[in-house]
């Protein structure tokens, strides 16, 4: 599939803000994913955003999409020692089911 | 509540000992696949279907198998496992027009 690239590791304090950030190469893409993968666990879906916006706020994740330069981020606020987990980026089409994920970026909250 | 099941969670077999992965979900969704996860690789789909009897490979298909006999139902199938297949296995689902994909709680595969 086409490329999604991420950064594999990032570590903050806990209270500080986390960005995470992706590039895609698809310009087809119509929704851009983030999903959040605990430890033994599945992928869970955490929010996505339309190609057509530039940013979507939910509570205390803020996602930036800037379309020319493809590039997708996650800001968490306040990040909190729950919020340590792998973060996956992924696109999709319109049309077709398939989700492209980038290899994930590992989030260590330490005290 | 919806659920995708996936049986076992953990498996330790041998080489080329045929086993088959489950994937079982209650949402009457069309759309099922099968990703495997990696380290330092994310994850990578490895089959998928669009509805009953529809099936296509992606992007690691080799050495799988799948089947789609009933809409609930996506089984996973490696009739000769290799040590290179030792991953972590995700079965996800999704319905057409929908944004989210549901993922299973994924199986821990390891072939000695």
């Known amino acids: 599939g086409e490329d999604v690239e991420q950064s594999l590791f990032l570590s903050v304090r806990e209270g500080d803000s986390s960005v995470i950030n992706c590039t895609y190469t698809?310009?087809?893409?119509?929704?851009l994913y983030w999903y959040k993968q605990e430890p033994g666990a599945g992928l869970q879906l955490l929010t996505y955003?339309?190609?057509?916006?530039d940013m979507k706020q939910d509570q205390r994740l803020t996602v930036l999409l800037n379309k020319k330069d493809k590039h997708l981020s996650l800001r968490i606020a306040d990040t909190q020692t729950g919020d340590s987990a792998i973060y996956f980026c992924?696109?999709?089409?319109?049309?077709?089911?398939?989700?492209?994920f980038g290899k994930g970026t590992s989030l260590l909250v330490t005290p | 509540e919806a659920q995708v099941t996936q049986n076992p969670r953990y498996l330790i077999t041998v080489t080329g000992k045929k086993l088959t992965v489950t994937c079982s979900q209650n949402?009457?969704?069309?759309?099922m696949s099968w990703y495997r996860q990696d380290p330092g690789l994310g994850l990578r789909q490895i089959y998928y279907?669009?509805?009953?009897?529809?099936?296509d490979k992606g992007d690691v298909p080799e050495g799988y198998k799948v089947s789609r006999k009933e809409k609930r139902n996506f089984p996973l199938i490696l009739e000769s496992p290799s040590p290179n297949q030792t991953s972590l296995y995700f079965c996800?689902?999704?319905?057409?027009?929908?944004?989210?994909?549901?993922f299973g709680q994924g199986t821990r595969l390891t072939v000695v």
């Open positions: 996800a689902t999704r319905t057409s027009g929908a944004l989210r994909a549901f």
């Open positions: 698809d310009s087809s893409s119509t929704y």
């Open positions: 955003i339309f190609s057509n916006m």
């Open positions: 992924a696109e999709g089409g319109d049309s077709g089911y398939a989700l492209n």
């Open positions: 949402m009457n969704h069309e759309y």
């Open positions: 279907s669009m509805n009953v009897e529809v099936t």
